[in-house]
């Protein structure tokens, strides 16, 4: 990542937990928080990536990884019990645990829609659920991964939009009931980010790439640090009053609706 645009020691002596934190925008969230000062603790399943992500962000600053299933309450209750103790009070959460893969409804198995229904809104609920009670303070932050399928219906990815639009939906009842703890609760919208396992499974090719970069109204993909910074921005003092917000980061992408990206596919 290049440098940041804030300053140096932003989030110094913070703890923060984050989701899916082994690899893609969430792995580049969290190197963003490390080298803004934060004790970053990250969550996958894999801990052959786990253990790899953490040691690459151990160069960078204070970091440990945790192995369990985000579908698991008890797990992550545990996971984020033994981040309370390793490091004190959690300051920030990022849920990012997701699943996606492009499928017609009619070619979905009811498993597969189930999978990733439960790793995105299941996920997030137990994640959130299991950290209230370290959070409830004020300044404390949760931001929730989301993505313009929420609110852009897609042909391929019927599981995909319910799923983050429950995750949305998730955020904005969560901000309303724990904003009097101080807890504020914002979705990133993230759109095509490059070097993602996401737009590789949707922009497969140079082809399908060249089309969906020439159409977007930014004229480029987005960046993982495109997303860190704006992460960076909601668990800072400068967005202390931004609450309930679906922050879309996504180059203009859902300006043009879903048909953009259908069309560079070919669908």
């Known amino acids: 990542m290049t440098q940041s645009v804030f300053r140096d020691g932003l989030l110094a002596g913070k703890v923060a937990f984050i989701t899916g934190g082994s690899s893609g925008i969430n792995l580049g969230i969290a190197e963003a928080f490390v080298k803004a000062g934060a004790h970053v603790t990250i969550n996958g399943r894999n801990v052959e990536k786990l253990e ?49 893969f492009p499928a017609p409804a009619v070619g979905m198995s009811s498993n597969a829609f189930r999978s990733v229904m439960e790793i995105d809104v299941l996920g997030t609920f137990n994640t959130c659920r299991a950290a209230f009670e370290h959070l409830r303070k004020p300044g404390a932050s949760v931001i929730n991964i989301s993505a313009p399928q929420a609110y852009l219906p897609m042909a391929l990815q019927a599981h ?34 490059d070097d993602t396992e996401g737009m590789r499974r949707l922009a497969p090719g140079d082809d399908v790439r060249e089309k969906l970069i020439g159409s977007l109204p930014l004229g480029r993909f987005g960046t993982k640090q495109d997303i860190a ?9 400068a967005a202390t009053y931004v609450t309930g917000s679906l922050m879309v980061c996504d180059g203009g992408q859902s300006l043009l609706g879903s048909g953009l990206m259908l069309r560079a596919m070919g669908v």
């Open 160 to 193: 995909v939009c319910a799923a983050k639009a429950g995750v949305d939906m998730l955020t904005r009842t969560l901000a309303i009931e724990w904003g009097g703890a101080g807890v504020r609760v914002n979705s990133i919208v993230p759109g095509p980010i």
């Open 229 to 237: 910074q704006l992460a960076l921005f909601l668990v800072s003092d």
């Open 52 to 100: 790899a992500a953490v040691k690459g962000l151990q160069a960078h600053g204070s970091a440990r990884g945790v192995a369990a299933d985000v579908r698991q309450y008890d797990a992550m209750a545990q996971a984020l019990q033994g981040t309370r103790d390793a490091h004190g009070e959690i300051d920030i959460l990022v849920c990012g645990a997701a699943g996606n």
